[in-house]
């Protein structure tokens, strides 16, 4: 039985290939239900300047309608500064069978100049099964501008584990990644350096990339690690090693050492409700399961949210009043950056391991 597509992904497609105007043109006619259908196919993928646009439209047409309202509503809900992002974002894909990667390059406001590549960063997030980070990518990239950052965002095309059995989804993930982190198209020239944030489903995926490739921190909100695959992670590991041979990519996590960064060990951060049973439970079986397997190569750390009972921990949090734009840079911070050219560093010894060990 072949994998079932994401909800209305057709949708989002064409979406896609518009842009705000044609966006208005579409959804000031729509009942509620075709609107709101449109507005979750867009807060996957819109950026913050994109639903600018959309709301000052529909303003100026004399539109007075609610669902707009709505839609800022929960745009700023989120993040109260999504419709002001510093700079503008502009999005390339890049398409694979069973996922799409959409990287959001950063780009200077007018007559601001491009910071020095030193300070820039990509962060290369997994989605969830809504095929969002918990939170509308517009909301996160709001966060990301201030920094400068740039956006990976990896996306499911099918329902499918990135963790299952055969490894063959993350591991082909983690090929593209590492052909795109050595192009102009990422990495203008230069390496930047690479944290990795995954929530839900894409949680493990994200611990998971940033241990094998060495980055300097990987974070996982309300990351879940379902039982079976907690049985046998370690034949899950050495299934996914052997895609990577394959492949002529990624390395051994046990082997791998200082890759021009201060410290050798990756940094791995998992966030959950203090009060949901079922994500504690998760976050404590993750960070066991490194502990035990992986002490010299990873540090682990949970922080467990007061107040919070619910999966979507980032909608919970911003009910209570706390915004993204107070949560996010906490859990992505880390305290030791790694130099300009980390990352180049880490793809050449990912590459000449595979090679010595297919000779």
């Known amino acids: ?8 992904s057709d949708l989002e497609n064409i979406l896609q ?15 509620t239900n075709a609107f ?5 196919a867009l807060l996957r993928f819109a950026t913050g300047d994109q639903f600018k646009q959309l709301i000052d439209l529909a303003e100026q047409s004399g539109i007075d309608e609610h669902h707009f309202i709505q839609l800022r509503s929960t745009l700023e809900r989120f993040n109260p500064n999504t419709l002001h992002t510093p700079g503008q974002y502009q999005r390339l894909d890049y398409h694979n069978s069973e996922h799409i990667l959409h990287h ?12 020095p590549s030193h300070s820039q960063s990509t962060v290369i997030g997994f989605t969830g099964d809504a095929s969002i980070l918990m939170a509308p990518v517009a909301c996160i990239l709001a966060i990301l501008g201030q920094s400068r950052q740039d956006l990976l965002l990896v996306k499911r095309l099918i329902r499918k584990p990135y963790c299952e059995d055969d490894a063959s989804l993350l591991s082909s993930v983690e090929q593209q990644i590492c052909s795109l982190i050595t192009q102009q198209e990422l990495a203008h020239g230069q390496a930047r350096h690479l944290i990795s944030l995954g929530t839900s ?4 995926a994200a611990l998971t990339l940033a241990h094998r490739l060495a980055l300097p921190l990987g974070v996982g909100v309300g990351a879940l690690m379902p039982i079976p695959l907690g049985r046998h992670r370690a034949q899950w590991f050495a299934q996914l090693q052997i895609q990577a041979q394959q492949t002529g990519h990624g390395t051994n996590p046990e082997r791998h050492t200082n890759v021009g960064r201060a410290h050798a060990k990756t940094k791995l951060r998992l966030a959950a409700g203090a009060a949901s049973a079922g994500d ?5 079986r993750i960070r066991a399961f490194y502990t035990q397997h992986h002490p010299n190569t990873t540090s682990i750390e949970v922080k467990l949210m007061p107040g919070c ?15 993204l734009d107070t949560v996010l840079p906490e859990l992505l911070r880390f305290e030791s950056e790694p130099p300009v050219d980390a990352t180049s560093q880490a793809v050449a010894r990912l590459n000449a391991s595979s090679r010595d060990r297919q000779a």
């Open 1 to 8: 039985m072949h994998p079932q597509p994401t909800p209305w």
């Open 17 to 31: 290939s518009e842009g705000p105007q044609t966006w208005l043109d579409r959804m000031a006619r729509l009942g």
């Open 36 to 40: 709101n259908q449109h507005k979750i």
């Open 104 to 115: 959001y390059r950063w780009l200077p406001s007018a007559n601001e100049p491009l910071p």
């Open 201 to 204: 489903t894409g949680g493990l």
């Open 280 to 284: 504690r439970t998760h976050a404590l």
């Open 309 to 323: 009972s619910s999966h979507g921990l980032f909608e919970e949090l911003a009910q209570q009043g706390r915004s």
